[in-house]
């Protein structure tokens, strides 16, 4: 907005008389020329809108002159301090960068003292203009004590657009959550505003269908964090673009950035520090799950997943880790029961990601891996327990049937002993 006062007629005081000398002075209003321009700027093809205020600055409806003399007052003339206004008009620049729209003001009356009239046009920067500042024509025609006027009123062009500068985007990212921040930059002399962001890209998707940004002052940027979804892209090279739609005055504008990100096949949790143990009468499984993707995750659960001769046991059937931040891990213990010939364990991980998505990711373990002692498994699939208990079965049998051996044996010697005896004595 610019304003500027322009004083178009002597301003005499109407509360004092004024002698006869004084009426060699001819006495008009006042008027007072504010005006503004929305927008302050124009870009080529803007229409605007610029409103012109007149006020008339007297104070009183009649200014008297008065002679003294001999003791006496004489009233020799009066003046009209209202102002009369025949038409009012706005014309383009020369230059023909800047047009006007609207028609001129005509049989506009009468404007009082200490009164205001409003005079509003519309305009429109050509759409090959040049940056600058252009003069359009203002003119005034009075009526009756009125003198006509002409006065110019500048037009700011300025072609310069809305920038989006991407602040922070990783060039490669896991399948799952990230975030980038663009800024939205203003470079312009004057406010922008109904600031709206879009997002587009094949095989990737995006928290909102659009994020609104509001105005941006002159000479300033406002900051903006979008989230990317690739959970369900496949690997390889994405093409983004984001377009920033906004508004200079009542004239829709746009601006895109292009930029590409690079996705790795790989989930954004893995399981690290795995163990099994073979506690009779099913087996515990310990680990931990580390988040490598760029958000936190919220509500995380590590479970038993469904699989034949896989039974989830109590204490811990499913184990509660809740909040994992970026880069930073969280411990579990699952109990299962398992059947003969099972040697994996699915297991299930369900998350809420960055975007407040449900997220379910599928794992196995294999119980053969951490080896005999840590998974509680012969290579055959028959438990260290199981074969234990065999073996000792087996000892006692062998022992029971050497002992009774032994004992026949022995009654065996002692029968041919008595017999030898009964003989001698014979």
Same mark, same amino acid.
């Given at each position: 907005m610019k304003k500027i006062l322009i004083l178009l007629s002597l301003i005499l005081i109407a509360s004092t008389p004024l002698t006869h000398a004084d009426t060699d002075?001819? *006495?008009?209003?006042? *008027?007072?020329?504010?005006?503004?321009? %929305?927008?302050?700027?124009?870009?080529?093809?803007d229409t605007g809108i610029v409103t012109i205020t007149l006020t008339n600055g007297a104070t009183d409806e009649v200014v008297h002159v008065t002679e003294t003399g001999g003791g006496n007052i004489t009233?020799?003339?009066?003046? %009209?301090?209202?102002?009369? *206004?025949?038409?009012?008009?706005?014309?383009? %620049?020369?230059?023909?960068?800047?047009?006007?729209?609207? %028609?001129?003001?005509?049989?506009?009356?009468? *404007?009082?003292?200490?009164?205001?009239?409003?005079?509003?046009?519309?305009?429109?920067a050509d759409e090959g203009a040049s940056d600058g500042t252009q003069f359009l024509r203002f003119e005034l025609i009075g009526g009756s004590n009125m003198e006509a006027f002409r006065y110019r009123i500048p037009v700011k062009i300025d072609r310069t657009e809305l920038k989006l500068v991407a602040s922070s985007i990783p060039s490669t990212v896991v399948r799952g959550v990230s975030t980038i921040t663009l800024d939205v930059v203003n470079l312009r002399s004057s406010n922008v505003s109904g600031v709206v962001v879009s997002g587009a890209g094949g095989d990737v998707a995006f928290n909102a269908t659009e994020f609104y940004v509001g105005s941006v002052p002159p000479k300033a940027s406002v900051p903006l964090s979008i989230n990317i979804d690739t959970t369900s892209s496949t690997a390889g090279r994405k093409d983004l673009t984001f377009t920033a739609r906004y508004m200079n005055g009542d004239t829709v504008h746009k601006s895109e950035l292009g930029t590409t990100i690079e996705v790795v096949d790989r989930s954004i949790l893995i399981l690290t520090g795995i163990m099994t143990e073979h506690t009779s009468p099913w087996y515990t499984i310990t680990g931990d799950v580390n988040n490598i993707g760029a958000t936190d995750l919220s509500g995380v659960v590590v479970s038993i997943g469904d699989a034949d001769g896989v039974t989830p046991r109590q204490p811990y059937p499913e184990y509660f880790i809740g909040e994992l931040e970026a880069d930073d891990f969280g411990s579990f213990e699952l109990s299962v029961e398992l059947g003969p010939e099972v040697d994996s364990v699915p297991i299930t991980i369900e998350y809420r990601d960055a975007n407040r998505a449900y997220i379910a990711q599928h794992e196995s373990i294999d119980v053969e891996d951490s080896g005999a002692d840590a998974g509680g498994r012969s290579p055959g699939g028959m438990s260290t327990g199981i074969i234990v208990l065999i073996v000792l079965a087996g000892l006692l049998v062998i022992g029971v049937i050497a002992y009774s051996w032994k004992q026949r044996k022995d009654g065996t010697k002692e029968a041919e002993g008595g017999e030898g005896e009964v003989e001698e004595k014979l």
């Open positions: 002075t001819e *006495i008009e209003p006042t *008027i007072v020329v504010d005006y503004t321009v %929305d927008p302050a700027t124009l870009m080529p093809g009233e020799m003339e009066a003046f %009209d301090m209202n102002a009369y *206004i025949a038409s009012a008009s706005l014309a383009g %620049d020369k230059k023909g960068q800047v047009a006007v729209t609207s %028609d001129a003001y005509t049989s506009v009356g009468l *404007i009082g003292p200490s009164d205001s009239a409003n005079f509003v046009y519309e305009i429109r």
